[in-house]
């Protein structure tokens, strides 16, 4: 099939050469160009033509009576007509097929990121991870499409392999009225084994030509060839490779735009067999439960929002999938409160001592011209050197917090960055490409990364590297140590294998593999996966906050480089400023804070409060709640609440925008917080007018 990428003679050539030459030799099979021929004896019995849009083109390399050839991503094996009799599919596309050793063997991927597979009885030895890349998964539905209609009975009988071609003659033999046709092709696409996205793929197509039956065997043999791959429900998935995965979630939500429900819960339920970490999958179970509720199901509904909570155990504070960009917002909300905080209680001091510098530094040049003159003068006479001691206390509270607040949104921003690295989203470990991800993270050497290397060296089979990478440091983790039991069971050591288990779920009680692995029947999603497709014992992957420590270091490591090394540390902020912007309010905050160390420890420049209690410095007082009160614990939790029910307006007025955090109160809540706070600020301020009358009486007395 020309421009198919199928051609032939005519078919009662192929038919009749069929017969007469089924018992002679292997016909020769030569590439030229995008043309693979097939001749016999000067005579040519089949001209197969791929266009380039299939991708290149290795071999031929002829094996006993199969010549094999790869195409894309696919390795076919032609008998001595040019018939496909056997397709294997690999992680990417193929680079080279050769056989000069004895053994077929094929490369797939890129130079740098190559996988090299046996193939023996055109079986492939090796396991097969699959590149999320739809040029890779979609290969199959793709070279269908690419033929015409004049060609497609010709193209299923040269590539029976292909189900995308027998759904489409099913098609048009459908539309010649031709049922018994279209029925036994629909059944043979159907049947035909298949990598788990090309599964999805056509049962999605399956869907459209209404055939449901086939659409749930299609659904579950992708269940079985996912989990006989080594992919498994512990691990997140990325809505991009869930969509070069065949797009399960693409087709769930369409039957949910067209209200079948029906069909979308047979979907739904392949997702949160398969992979119930999806990326997006607690809005979208969130979505679904409403949909239960709104026809009255609201007993499964309430199953659903069940399930979609137990997701969160393992994550960072247990806050489920969306944890460390929560602590993210919350890092940032909490830096905007600290600095809105600091800012009014420095205006507020600025207020009171305005008068009094102006004074103090007249002598030494004025209010600015002094900072050229007597710098380390003019120092002595800045605003918060004017305070109390408690006012300078809690004003370098502030700014401490607010760098820890800076530190933990640096430190979740990164790790967030990182988790999202999309050779950890695939639903599994291992090959070429995972590795090739994996080292452009440059992870530091840790228990968390020997744990992540050695259950991609297992998964691929490579038991002696998975060992070796358990046994780093003094001792495994206890996911490892469930991982070598694992390995002890393999070897035929039961007695080593229950005794690492037992250790495993001795150190971490809430560790589900250890406590499948002996017996004890666990009811998470993983277990209900392992029962129904492994017969093996279960592996122990890496949870949210293994991998957080794995990828970003801990939060304490964050902390320590403020410490060690506070620009860096700032200057990593993502506050998406140009470097040189960055690198001022860098600058000044780490100045303020030198400043506010050295203010702390020196005593008050006005001891005798020459400042007194101006007008403005009243009217700040008022209009900022607990600004003019930080000489007592109260001040700095009135002012923190004003601050945080300004960011909560912001919030919720979209000038701020926290989609990971609960969302803002409502504005009759806000303002019945801030009619208290101020309420609590006036009579805090009383008192405070009180004392000071109090005072000055008291010394008029003296007098």
Do not use: H
């Not at 539905?141 to 015409?148: G, K, N, Q």
């Not at 103090?360 to 109390?388: F, K, M, N």
């Not at 007695?495 to 017996?519: E, H, I, V």
């Amino acid at each position: 099939m020309k421009a198919g990428g199928w051609t032939s003679g005519a078919l009662g050539l192929l038919l009749t050469l069929s017969i007469t030459l089924g018992g002679q030799s292997q016909a020769a099979a030569v590439l030229d160009g995008r043309s693979l021929t097939f001749e016999e004896g000067g005579k040519t019995l089949t001209t197969l033509i791929y266009p380039a849009a299939l991708g290149d083109l290795s071999g031929p390399v002829t094996q006993g009576d199969t010549t094999w050839l790869g195409v894309g991503p696919s390795l076919y094996g032609f008998d001595a007509l040019g018939v496909a009799t056997t397709r294997l599919d690999f992680s990417n596309m193929l680079s080279a097929v050769d056989a000069s050793g004895g053994v077929l063997r094929v490369t797939a991927g890129p130079s740098g990121a190559q996988d090299t597979y046996s193939v023996v009885g055109g079986q492939i030895q090796e396991r097969v991870v699959l590149v999320p890349d739809t040029q890779v998964t979609g290969w199959l539905r793709r070279a269908a499409a690419l033929t015409p209609d004049s060609q497609v009975a010709q193209a299923a009988l040269q590539d029976p392999t292909n189900p995308f071609l027998a759904l489409r003659r099913a098609a048009l033999a459908r539309q010649r009225g031709d049922r018994f046709t279209a029925l036994s092709e629909t059944q043979r696409a159907a049947s035909l084994p298949l990598a788990f996205p090309a599964s999805l793929q056509l049962a999605a197509q399956m869907e459209a030509l209404n055939s449901p039956a086939a659409a749930n065997l299609l659904l579950s043999r992708a269940a079985r060839d996912y989990a006989a791959r080594g992919y498994d429900p512990a691990l997140p998935v990325s809505r991009a490779a869930l969509s070069a995965y065949g797009d399960p979630l693409g087709e769930l939500e369409t039957l949910l735009s067209q209200n079948k429900l029906e069909r979308a819960d047979v979907w739904i339920r392949y997702l949160r067999q398969t992979s119930p970490r999806f990326e997006g999958s607690l809005s979208l179970y969130t979505r679904y439960a409403a949909l239960l509720d709104a026809q009255n199901r609201s007993g499964e509904a309430e199953e659903w929002r069940a399930f979609a909570r137990t997701l969160s155990t393992g994550t960072l504070y247990n806050l489920g999938a969306d944890a460390v960009l929560t602590l993210r917002d919350a890092a940032r909300v909490s830096a905007f409160v600290l600095l809105l905080s600091w800012l009014a209680a420095y205006l507020t001091l600025a207020a009171r001592t305005w008068r009094v510098q102006g004074q103090d530094t007249a002598e030494l040049g004025g209010r600015w011209g002094s900072w050229l003159r007597r710098p380390l003068s003019r120092l002595r006479r800045s605003v918060v050197a004017y305070g109390g001691f408690g006012e300078k206390l809690v004003m370098l509270s502030l700014l401490s917090t607010l760098l820890l607040s800076l530190s933990a949104w640096t430190w979740a921003a990164r790790a967030e960055t990182r988790l999202q690295a999309p050779a950890l989203n695939i639903g599994t470990y291992g090959g070429a490409w995972f590795y090739g991800g994996l080292d452009e993270l440059e992870l530091t050497p840790s228990r968390d990364t020997a744990l992540l290397r050695g259950l991609s060296s297992q998964l691929d089979g490579d038991d002696a590297a998975a060992r070796s990478s358990y046994e780093v440091g003094t001792s495994p983790l206890p996911c490892a140590q469930n991982n070598l039991g694992v390995l002890a069971e393999n070897r035929d050591d039961n007695a080593q294998a229950r005794g690492l288990w037992q250790a495993s779920l001795s150190a971490a009680p809430d560790l589900l593999a250890p406590a499948y692995n002996l017996g004890l029947q666990p009811s998470a999603p993983e277990a209900a996966f392992q029962r129904e497709y492994r017969a093996a014992p279960r592996l122990c992957y890496p949870d949210q906050r293994s991998l957080v420590r794995a990828l970003g270091g801990s939060l304490a490591g964050q902390l320590r480089a403020l410490v060690l090394n506070p620009w860096s540390a700032l200057m990593a902020t993502p506050t998406q400023l140009s470097t040189p912007l960055q690198a001022v309010w860098v600058t000044l905050l780490l100045l303020t804070y030198a400043l506010g160390v050295v203010w702390l420890l020196t005593p008050s420049s006005d001891p005798s409060g020459r400042a007194g209690r101006p007008a403005l410095f009243r009217l700040l007082a008022l209009l900022l709640p607990g600004s003019a009160l930080l000489d007592g614990a109260w001040g700095a939790v009135l002012l923190l609440g004003w601050a945080a029910a300004i960011g909560n307006l912001l919030t919720a007025r979209g000038w701020l925008t926290l989609p990971y955090l609960p969302g803002p109160l409502s504005a009759s809540g806000v303002l019945i917080f801030l009619v208290v706070l101020y309420a609590l600020n006036v009579l805090g301020l009383s008192l405070q007018e009180i004392g000071s009358f109090r005072a000055r009486r008291a010394a008029s007395s003296a007098k």
